[in-house]
Each structure stands twice: as structure tokens, then as C-alpha cells.
């Protein structure tokens, strides 16, 4: 069974702070990676995609890939309280359309 | 800004009823997909759809689950005879040919309730 591995959290950080989330995945042929932000009762929404190690920029966004330590990252700067949500990280293997998803890590911003 | 979209936003049915599940994808996209999420779990993958037939799908995808595409815009899934664990929200995803970028985008669901 090919596992995504996600902490549930909750995650609290301050506003204006950078929060962290983190994903392992056991698939070694996984070769593309996504982050998703979904808000309660709504649907998963498309922050990052991310196919090569290193960092990928995007406004407060950077995705951080690893794929000798299967491990996919997510960092938020400057943290808002509209960012407050659940963030899902999703993971394609080379030949399948499929994504797998994590269960979710849950991130709250205080003011 | 392009979206896929997805009708009803709500179906409440009986068990052993039959449903369809209607999404219209972006149009420019060629793969469309079924995932579906039970409260409080994660987004499960059904099915993926290219170039008029099946391409993918799940073990979830049984013979009660169906999927059509009868014209140029609806993308359907058909549940034969509903049962309550069907409940769930159902997600349909687009994304444009799978060799420019794997970017699948999300419609704002169906939640389907089985009584």
C-alpha cells in the first residue's frame, strides 16, 4: 500500500510567522507532488506543484523536495489568518494519473 | 479563470437508488478523475478518464460505479445502487494533457447523503 504520511496537527503559529508542513511518502517512484489548502466543507485548492529536488518559489509559498529522504515540504511566510486550513499533500507515481493524498495537516493562525 | 464545476451540490437519496454525479471539466483538460472524501478521512482516488475510456481506477471502483462522458462537456459518475457508506463528498478533477504538466484541478463537489 502506497502511503502518504502527513502530521495532523494542529499546527498554531503567530501571525506573520512561517509555519512548516511536512510530508513522507513510501512510494520510491513517485516523481511529482502537490500541495493542496482545503478550508472546511470546500474542495481541495492548488498551492504548489513541485517534480525535481530543491525549492520552488511561489509569492509566500516554497515546496522543498527530497526525494533520496522521500520527503516533501511546505512553507508559508508572513502567515495569515486566512491561511488557517487543512493542507494536503498529494502524490503522483511515475506511470499512474492517480493522486494519493495524506490525511492532512490542519493549520491555524493566530492573531 | 477557468474552473471545473459540478452539479448537484447536494443529492440526499435512498439506499438502493441510483445516482449521477455531474461535473463539466475546464475545457482545454483531456484527463478527468473521481475522488471522493468521507467525512473526516482523506481524498480517496476512483477513477481517471482519458481519451474516452477508463485509465485508471481504484479497488473503491466496483461494478455499482460507472463513469460516461456523453458529450463534449459532462463528465458523469453513475452510483447503480447506493449504499450508506457511499456517503461522502464526491470531487471531480481536470487537467490538461498529462504531457505539459500533471496539475489536476478540483470542482467544488457533490455531497452525496445516503439515508
Known amino acids: 500500500q502506497k502511503e502518504v504520511e502527513q502530521n495532523s496537527g494542529p499546527l498554531s503559529v503567530p501571525e506573520g510567522a512561517i509555519a512548516s508542513l511536512n510530508c513522507t511518502y513510501s512510494?520510491?517512484?513517485?516523481?511529482?507532488f502537490f500541495w493542496y489548502r482545503q478550508y472546511s466543507g470546500k474542495s481541495p485548492e492548488l498551492i504548489m506543484s513541485?517534480?525535481?529536488?530543491g525549492d520552488k518559489e511561489d509569492g509566500r509559498f516554497t515546496a522543498q523536495l527530497n526525494k533520496a529522504s522521500q520527503y516533501v515540504s511546505l512553507l508559508i511566510r508572513d502567515s495569515q489568518p486566512s491561511d488557517s486550513a487543512t493542507y494536503l499533500c498529494?502524490?503522483?507515481?511515475?506511470?499512474?494519473?492517480?493522486?494519493?493524498f495524506g490525511t492532512g495537516t490542519r493549520l491555524q493562525v493566530t492573531l | 479563470e477557468p474552473e471545473v464545476t459540478q452539479t448537484p451540490s447536494h443529492q440526499v437519496t435512498q439506499m438502493g437508488q441510483e445516482v449521477i454525479l455531474r461535473c463539466v471539466p475546464i475545457?482545454?483538460?483531456?484527463?478527468f478523475y473521481w475522488y471522493r472524501q468521507i467525512l473526516g478521512q482523506k481524498v480517496e482516488f476512483l477513477v481517471s478518464?482519458?481519451?474516452?475510456?477508463?485509465?485508471?481506477k481504484s479497488e473503491i471502483f466496483d461494478d455499482q460505479f460507472s463513469v460516461e462522458r456523453p458529450d463534449g462537456s459532462n463528465f458523469t459518475l453513475k452510483i447503480r445502487s447506493t449504499k450508506l457508506e457511499d456517503s461522502a463528498m464526491y470531487f471531480c478533477?481536470?487537467?490538461?494533457?498529462?504531457?505539459?504538466?500533471?496539475?489536476?484541478?478540483f470542482g467544488p463537489g457533490t455531497r452525496l447523503t445516503v439515508t
Open positions: 478533477a481536470s487537467s490538461e494533457d498529462p504531457g505539459r504538466t500533471y496539475e489536476q484541478y
Open positions: 512510494d520510491r517512484g513517485s516523481q511529482s
Open positions: 513541485i517534480y525535481s529536488n
Open positions: 498529494a502524490v503522483k507515481a511515475g506511470t499512474a494519473s492517480k493522486l494519493t
Open positions: 475545457s482545454n483538460h483531456l484527463y
Open positions: 478518464f482519458y481519451n474516452n475510456e477508463i485509465s485508471e
